[in-house]
């Protein structure tokens, strides 16, 4: 028997960044753990197809699933809350939509009619936002951008209809809001919050709750005046301050009762919650035992977004290690022969960063020479393993002009294009991407931080390691440790004569989950963790 689905809409209103990424995964998390099958979509009302072709500085980090898709970074979230694999189907934008409708305009399936935004366009993302119908109790659906913005307006307009079509007891709308406190006249104020859900109603959507982010604790009387004036039960109007950390929501949410008042509302029958492994790994994060600094050397490191699923890994693992993880941001561009001992020498680890382009390379390349020669634990991420294999090839293999192909074209290409990616003109969706198997060596350090032969691990990039230099730079003691199960790609190198020195063509980032992390973060922090104890 296919189950009723329920659904519950998240917007935002006032400003962006509110996070309503982390409540979506949140209360994704809460009705988790009182047991539901629990999905959540995200709809991004931009006409990109997806972001992969945008600026990091522009978009953050982008977010890749098994399957391929290159997503929003809210896609994280809610695979390290839910501790569940998204999909291609988690997420549309608007770009999508309009491709996929005008693509079977010019098929001829709409003959005779005219292409309208409504119901052409609406009813592609009705359709969409029910590509689970049936398969989860709950679907959550987070609706990107803020209220009131042109592009947001059909996929406001489909959820409305879908509201109506699935009855009033199937579907539930949570409204993120924000509540500012103005120092000069001492006080919280509701009117942003009044005009969010007055626009909001205008498109025909009553709120159910409120989320009202605010820096300060809203008292009864201002949550009576929210209540008020913006239509919504005075117990509906929840509270969201601000967070020591982001793993804190959930709970915060819980104490204000939230997920019993959507259980309620949405007739899910009230079972038990379970906290306590989440609490727990909530506390690990809080009241750390040990305190370690790693450098991450990226470019985009003025847009920490950029680095999003990164930074957390590092709290997973750290978790894990009983360890807070201090990151020290460090513009690769910034690091030269000459700096490198004074802006590494204290860290007990570095992460070298994913990337895309020339600028900061030299930079990273310096950086990995000096950790390699100091024994300072090292990781590298894609392009980050590709630097290492390029300093590697010319300060210990004695290839003096190695490079990487994306830079440099040349006899003495490490790193080159792969055959698949030759002529390719596409930029978009078209890089070695999604989930590909990996074989591990026993006995090198990966496998010790994995524990098994057979790893899955997510890709997005067009270079590799060149296959034409591999055993010259094995014999100079570089180890491939991970490898395609055909063995022609190379997807892990490390050093066995250092402390821990490892270098992956994929991104473990993308894999780290709550509670448990990631592996080789895991090793990766407990070897820096080493190193600081030492000092
Ligand atoms: N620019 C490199 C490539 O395309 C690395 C990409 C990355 O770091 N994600 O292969």
Redesign the pocket.
């Not at 991420?381 to 980050?384: N, S």
């Not at 890709?459 to 590799?464: A, I, L, P, S």
């Given at each position: 028997m296919p189950k009723t689905s329920k659904y519950i809409f998240i917007t935002g209103g006032v400003l962006s960044s509110l996070g309503k990424g982390i409540a979506s995964a949140s209360i994704g998390l809460l009705l988790k753990q009182r047991g539901f099958a629990v999905t959540i979509l995200k709809f991004d009302p931009y006409i990109n197809v997806d972001p992969g072709t945008m600026n990091p500085f522009q978009h953050g980090e982008v977010y890749v699933t098994d399957d391929g898709a290159e997503t929003d970074l809210d896609l994280g979230h809610y695979e390290r809350y839910l501790d569940e694999s998204m999909s291609r189907k988690n997420t549309a934008t608007a770009g999508q939509v309009y491709y996929d409708v005008i693509t079977r305009e010019r098929r001829g399936e709409y003959l005779g009619k005219t292409v309208q935004v409504i119901p052409h366009i609406t009813d592609e993302i009705k359709a969409r936002m029910q590509a689970f119908h049936g398969v989860y109790d709950v679907v959550i659906i987070e609706i990107g951008g803020t209220v009131g913005d042109i592009e947001s307006l059909p996929f406001l307009e489909a959820s409305r209809q879908l509201g109506l079509e699935l009855g009033k007891n199937n579907v539930l709308n949570v409204h993120l809001t924000y509540v500012p406190f103005i120092r000069s006249a001492g006080e919280l104020k509701t009117k942003p919050s009044q005009h969010s859900v007055k626009t909001l109603m205008e498109h025909g959507i009553m709120p159910d709750i409120l989320l009202c982010r605010a820096e300060q604790k809203i008292d009864k009387d201002i949550r009576q005046k929210i209540a008020l004036f913006c239509n919504v039960e005075e117990r509906s109007v929840i509270e969201a301050l601000d967070a020591e950390s982001i793993y804190e929501v959930p709970m915060m949410f819980a104490r204000r009762g939230l997920d019993d008042i959507v259980c309620e509302k949405l007739g899910l029958k009230r079972s038990q919650i379970d906290l306590e492994t989440w609490a727990r790994f909530v506390h690990r994060i809080k009241s750390p035992k040990y305190h370690i600094t790693i450098g991450l050397v990226g470019k985009y490191v003025r847009y920490k977004d950029s680095y999003k699923s990164i930074t957390e890994a590092f709290i997973h693992a750290g978790a894990v290690n009983n360890t807070k993880v201090v990151v020290r941001w460090i513009d690769s561009e910034a690091i030269t022969q000459e700096t490198a001992a004074e802006q590494l020498a204290d860290l007990h680890g570095i992460l070298v960063?994913?990337?895309?382009?020339s600028r900061g390379v030299e930079g990273k390349i310096n950086a990995i020479q000096y950790v390699r020669e100091n024994g300072i634990p090292f990781f590298g991420?894609?392009?980050?393993m590709?630097c290492a294999v390029i300093e590697f090839a010319r300060n210990v293999a004695g290839i003096a002009e190695a490079n990487?192909s994306?830079f440099k074209k040349g006899k003495f290409n490490v790193?080159d294009l792969m055959h698949d990616q030759q002529g390719v003109v596409d930029k978009g969706g078209t890089?070695?991407l999604g989930a590909y198997p990996c074989s591990l060596e026993a006995g090198s350090k990966a496998f010790a931080a994995y524990k098994y032969e057979h790893i899955s691990e997510r890709?997005?990039?067009?270079?590799?390691f060149n296959n034409d230099f591999r055993e010259l730079l094995e014999s100079h003691g570089l180890k491939c440790s991970g490898v395609s199960p055909d063995g022609h790609l190379v997807e892990i190198i490390e050093l066995a004569k250092h402390p821990w020195f490892v270098g992956v063509?994929f991104?473990p980032e993308l894999k780290s989950r709550a509670v448990t992390g990631h592996p080789l973060f895991t090793a990766f922090v407990k070897a820096s963790l080493k190193r600081a104890l030492k000092e």
């Open positions: 960063a994913p990337g895309f382009g991420i894609c392009l980050g590709q990487s994306e790193i890089m070695r890709h997005r990039h067009r270079y590799e063509q991104h």
